[in-house]
């Protein structure tokens, strides 16, 4: 039976955490979630592909905003939606499930389980409620907080990231209300879906790129047994109604120790016990 596994922000950009890649031992019989900030630029994305696919039985990719960079290598004329589709298609042309394809159903010993990776972005209503929308990224650089994505990260077509992020929610909404209500559901994104969990208390004032309230109480209203982020870079599992909220987050070579190797920090998905009720 199966096992799910689960990673995000693996920043291959960085030598050390490359390196360290090649010697992730094999799970051949397991599940393998990549919840995003796998790399920045296409190439390095897909030799994590090439070098993952074998390992596992099934790798789930969903997208952070570090893939969506447009950086100096980047395809030319590749940015926002384009970019994210021409990642999308290096995916699956190594066999990887991401937010476009339908949702696999994935059979564990209590049951069904149904695997929704979401790429939802963020619209900057993480923040205090007197900050003003055109006030935060302001408010946010008083303590020096600013995020690469003001300036690597576009929304083409889009006239910006709200309504980038307003319409994959939308999308992503209506796909989890087609499915069974009954059947559970393991949601996947790179940022935390709720407000309560982007906590940074070495950067307080980074949450406004860390998710969107539209997603508060998706546990709940899709029956949701576990939820998988990363982006935060703060390993740790939180529960809300019940629901096991879990970062997965490896990190910059800083904030792991590449003595244990990355299989250390592999998480395995806890899901909340069948039949439990979702407050």
């Known amino acids: ?5 689960a990673l995000s922000d693996l920043h291959l950009s960085h030598p050390g955490n490359r390196a360290a890649l090649e010697n992730l031992p094999a799970h051949p019989d397991d599940w393998l979630i990549l919840a995003g900030d796998v790399a920045h630029g296409a190439q ?17 990719w969903v997208p952070g905003n570090h893939e ?10 590749l940015r926002g939606v384009a970019l994210y589709e021409h990642l999308v298609g290096i995916a699956r042309s190594h066999g990887v499930l991401t937010p476009e394809d339908p949702y696999p159903a994935l059979e564990l010993p209590d049951g069904p389980v149904l695997i929704a990776p979401l ?17 935060v990224v302001r408010w946010a650089r008083e303590t020096g907080a600013v995020c690469a ?5 576009h929304p083409d077509p889009w006239p910006d990231r709200d309504s980038w992020c307003a319409a994959r929610c939308e999308d992503a909404a209506a796909r989890l209300a087609s499915v069974p209500a009954d059947l559970p559901k393991l949601l996947v994104n790179h940022f935390p879906l709720e407000e ?10 980074f ?24 982006h935060l870079h703060i390993r740790d599992t939180h529960w809300l109604d019940g629901v096991p909220f879990q970062e997965v987050s490896l990190g910059y070579p800083r904030q792991w120790n590449r003595r244990r190797g990355i299989g250390a920090y592999l998480r395995e998905v806890t899901l909340a016990p069948r039949g439990a009720t979702v407050r």
């Open 207 to 230: 949450t406004p790129w860390c998710g969107t309230r539209r997603t508060r109480g998706w546990h709940r209203r899709f029956n949701a047994c576990a939820v998988v982020y990363g």
């Open 149 to 153: 994505d003001e300036t690597l990260l």
């Open 68 to 77: 969506l960079w447009t950086i100096p290598d980047a395809p030319p004329g």
């Open 119 to 135: 790429f939802l972005l963020y619209d900057y209503s993480f923040r205090p409620r007197h900050v003003r929308r055109d006030q």
């Open 196 to 205: 309560e969990h982007a906590v940074l208390p070495q950067i307080p004032r």
């Open 44 to 60: 390095r994305l897909e030799w994590c592909f090439a070098r993952l696919t074998p390992k596992f039985r099934q790798v789930v």
């Open 1 to 5: 039976m199966s096992r799910v596994w």
